[in-house]
């Protein structure tokens, strides 16, 4: 009587000795790390973007802040930066 795992590596040596499987199975593998290098590299693309757009902001935030001196016109244009 066989185990289940003995069972399943069994059809897998099976499967192996296909071509079409072996080739389906190294065409999901070369698939899968390319789309994992693509998307590494527009996350790091974005977080380069995003130091871009948070130093931009804070010099946009401290020229719009300069010369102000009423606090409720300091809050509306803090939140507001256009």
């Not at 499967?15 to 996350?43: D, H, M, N, Q």
């Given at each position: 009587?066989c185990t289940v ?23 999901a593998l070369a ?52």
């Amino acid at each position: 009587m066989c185990t289940v795992g003995a069972d399943v590596l069994r059809e897998l040596r099976f499967a192996w000795r296909e071509r079409f499987v072996r080739w389906a199975l190294l065409l999901a593998l070369a698939t899968s790390l390319a789309a994992l290098a693509a998307g590494t590299l527009v996350a790091f693309e974005q977080q380069r973007e995003l130091e871009t757009l948070q130093a931009a902001s804070a010099e946009e935030r401290t020229q719009v802040l300069e010369g102000r001196t009423d606090p409720g016109d300091i809050a509306y244009s803090v939140f507001h930066l256009t």
